[in-house]
């Protein structure tokens, strides 16, 4: 097994911490639409790629891999970053 393999093997899609999402946001965010403040690229938030084993959820870019969001939370709150999108556009 590669370094690609593992990483790949780490890698869910932003589906899967739709409940983290809606936990923070108050509404599903899995169809919400954003686009990439590094590449432009637009995608709907279940499309991206999440990275959850570590202290929080890293939420990353499918086309170029740039950090779109990081959600840490903590026994004095929840933590959001989301420098990485450039926009996010919720439906009602």
Known sequence: MN???VVRDLTLDGN???GLL????GADMTTA??????CGSANAVGALR??????GVVLRCPACGG???RIVQTPRGTLVDLRGAAH???RR
């Not at 639409?33 to 590094?38: I, L």
């Open 16 to 18: 899967a911490v739709a």
């Open 33 to 38: 639409d954003g686009e990439c403040a590094h």
């Open 67 to 69: 950090v779109i969001a």
């Open 3 to 5: 370094d690609n393999d």
């Open 22 to 25: 809606e936990e923070v946001f």
């Open 88 to 90: 996010l556009a919720m």
């Open 50 to 55: 999440a990275y959850t084993r570590a202290p």
